[in-house]
């Protein structure tokens, strides 16, 4: 295992990973996850997006926060991970031994997340050049030591990375029902909790508009292929539209202040590193 390094300023993940953006490819990331036999059959199984979705969206927010602006505390995350998932095992619907720490599923889960930040960045941002997809494929490597994704599992490179992805899209990702069912989950998006009971009879054509826009995005920045092998209508309109909206997000992103971009772990990480280095200054110049 290569060595654990905590992120921080500098890093491309400190500048990204952190942005309210990202809820734009949360469920089409959730969707090329559970596509994979042993991940869909253990979300299936143990996962509360059905029971919980809100619940379950903020606790994945604070432990994707944590790995990369949680200093000593992200490799903490990262073991937590790992023993949450230890007991999680058992035998899908086509009589198929999973477990969700296998290697190959373990690993999938994480590099999948890398594809969506490159799709995230293509229609929401400003698209990475190559050198910035190796760059940032460099810290995904990083990012699967605080993880504890085998190394083995992890291809070298950039370029062995779209070979090992295309590989997994065409051979191993398969219409599991579990991504069927996350993307019908999607469309009938539940109140929030704490919702005021007057707001909450509200809610119905809110929910309703609000998982439509969902299931929209999801579908839409999707890989072509992965939407063929799920049957799914894409059409030149609806991209269109797609590429309407990710314009004007990338306008919008870079002139928001910057507590509304970057969520509270995000931004107070930031914030703080920001003042460490504003004393370290000052220390220095009245030495």
Partial sequence: MMDIEPFGPGSMHWDTTGEYRNLLVA??????????????AAVAEHSTYKSDPWGRLERTLVSVQKWVYGGADGPAEGRRLRELHKPISGVDESG???????????TWVHLSLFERFIVLNRYFGTPFTRDQERR????????????????????EDLDGFWRYFDRMVAERLEAHPTALDVL???????????????????????????????????VGTL????????????????????????HAVAMLTPRLPERLR????AYHARKAARSSRRAGRDQLRSA
Wanted: proline share 10%.
């Fill in 27 to 40: 469920g089409s990331a959730l969707v090329l996850q559970t596509m994979h036999p042993a991940v869909g």
């Fill in 96 to 106: 198929r031994h999973y477990h969700a720490l296998n290697g190959e599923a373990w």
């Fill in 136 to 155: 940032f494929y460099a810290e995904s490597r990083q990012l699967g030591a605080i993880l504890r994704v085998p190394e083995r599992e992890l291809p």
């Fill in 184 to 218: 019908s989950v999607m469309r009938g998006t539940p109140a929030p909790p704490g919702l005021p009971a007057p707001l909450r009879r509200l809610w119905t054509p809110v929910g309703a508009g609000a998982g439509e826009f969902n299931y929209f995005l999801t």
């Fill in 223 to 246: 890989p072509s292929a992965v939407r063929r092998k799920l049957g799914l209508r894409w059409t030149g309109r609806e991209e269109r539209r797609l590429r309407h909206l990710g």
């Fill in 262 to 265: 970057y969520m509270p772990i």
